[in-house]
């Protein structure tokens, strides 16, 4: 009898295709980096600026991609167009650094910000079971992190209809909440003086640092200063933003891929930098910008000094009251376990890409029998589920992010360099307003990991070094070819 032959099937529509855009993009980090970057800048009027740069550059970059996803509808996707751009070397190097720590570090540190917020409602998932020094906690977070990656890739094997029905229902379930978060917000912190207050000076800006000692020393920032401060705190804005791409990994089970690959990355970002810049606006609407770390009350910290930087659940509480803490909780564990859905989703897809090109373990490369790449699934779940137990995820995430953006940067050159190489290839969709818009992305990408470097040369450092220990892995796949 001849065995049934295995192929990814094309069954995922546009909206199934935004939903995993958006979906994969909304985690924790809306709820929380906004703190951060107050400190950093001190301005609302600033704030507001980072935060609707970051949504103009991710929708450029995916506005870019939609020619490269156009030309190469096929599973892996930024991974296949950095190969035919640059050849085999980079895209492995790619490949391996989105293995080691993009994709699976973003899948536990999503995983672990689901069980933070699920300890709200279950105290005892704090309990530490095993302490190392100071540096090592093992506690009931980590396993609850770990069941949950593994209870999404095991759902994610039985096909990816079963996939996408889960990442819809929670994708929408986000969005929903996420707009009578900022409705009630609006609506509540207009009633206020806050929004006004936190305006009245909206252009002068300033970097607050919370010494040892408990004290505050806040620095006046102008001209190069204030760029150098905006370009080093937006690297949370983009973390917070990224994973949009994750779609084109999912090329290969997208119908009409040419057209709505395209469309789906628009919309998705599009969706997202509009949520982004309201929820902040609500935040500005309900909290002080500045506070003080001692602060009894949710108005006397502010932005700047929300307890464990939980900006979402300090706004919710104004809202809401104290019960506005367990609604965000909720809301947070329902962001994340969606986004996990997403990111899992689509990662396989790559490391099945790359085994099929012999530069991954070649089992990784088989289909079950619900046509997904269930082996590149597992290898996946195996490694995040690693860092959730190493507990440095958070160290790896700040170490990747700066290596993510040079891999961007260099995808859209790619579009350059392939329009002088195949000028006759088929382009079903072409590169909004090519060569402008993509050559600003990487000068202004580039400006940030320039920022980057100088400022926290410690953590770019490291992420160029992650890239390069995959090369000597490279030549040891190349020497295992048949």
Not at 199 to 225: E, R, Y
């Amino acid at each position: 009898m001849q065995e049934e032959k295995h192929e990814l099937k094309r069954s995922l529509g546009l909206i199934d295709a935004t939903s995993i855009v958006a979906g994969s993009m909304i985690g924790s980090g809306i709820f929380i980096v906004t703190a951060q970057m107050a400190k950093d800048v001190g301005s609302a009027a600033w704030l507001l600026v980072i935060w609707l740069v970051t949504g103009l550059l991710t929708m450029s970059a995916a506005l870019s991609y939609g020619e490269l996803a156009g030309m190469m509808p096929n599973a892996g996707g930024q991974f296949v167009y950095i190969q035919r751009a640059y050849g085999k070397l980079a895209s492995f190097l790619y490949g391996w650094t989105v293995f080691t720590v993009i994709q699976t570090g973003v899948i536990a540190a999503v995983a672990v910000a689901f069980a933070k917020y699920a300890a709200v409602f279950f105290p005892v998932l704090d309990t530490e079971l095993i302490k190392i020094g100071e540096d090592f906690t093992f506690t009931n977070k980590q396993i609850l992190a770990m069941a949950s990656i593994i209870l999404l890739t095991y759902i994610n094997t039985k096909g990816v209809k079963t996939g996408k029905s889960i990442q819809l229902f929670f994708t929408s379930a986000k969005l929903i909440a996420l707009f009578a978060i900022i409705i009630l917000g609006l609506y509540v912190g207009l009633k206020t003086d806050v929004l006004s207050n936190n305006f009245a000076n909206m252009w002068d800006a300033s970097k607050t640092v919370l010494n040892p000692d408990g004290s505050i020393t806040v620095t006046k920032l102008a001209g190069i200063a204030l760029l150098g401060a905006m370009g080093a705190t937006i690297i949370n804005s983009l973390f917070s933003s990224d994973a949009w791409n994750n779609v084109t990994f999912i090329a290969g089970e997208i119908k009409e891929p040419k057209k709505n690959i395209p469309r789906s990355l628009f919309l998705g970002t599009l969706i997202v930098t509009v949520i982004y810049i309201l929820a902040n606006l609500a935040y500005l609407a309900l909290l002080p910008m500045t506070g003080s770390p001692t602060g009894t009350t949710v108005l006397e910290n502010g932005i700047m000094f929300a307890n464990q930087d939980r900006v979402g659940a300090a706004a919710a509480n104004v809202i809401m009251g104290n019960i506005g803490v367990f609604v965000m909780a909720g809301l947070i564990m329902v962001s994340t376990f969606g986004c996990n859905s997403g990111l899992i989703l689509s990662g396989g897809r790559l490391f099945y890409a790359m085994a099929k090109d012999k530069l991954f373990f070649k089992e990784a490369q088989d289909l079950n029998n619900n046509d997904v790449p269930e082996k590149a699934l597992w290898l996946q779940c195996f490694w995040a589920c690693i860092l959730c137990i190493s507990g440095r995820y958070g160290d790896l995430l700040t170490y990747a992010t700066f290596a993510s953006l040079l891999f961007y940067i260099l995808t859209i050159y790619g579009i350059f360099i392939l329009r002088k190489k195949e000028p006759n290839a088929e382009r079903p969709y072409k590169a909004f307003g090519y060569p402008i818009i993509p050559m600003l992305y990487i000068i202004v990408t580039a400006l940030i990991c320039i920022t980057l470097l100088i400022y926290d040369t410690k953590s770019t450092g490291l992420g160029l070094v992650i890239v390069g220990l995959g090369i000597p892995v490279y030549y040891l796949f190349l020497n295992k070819k048949e």
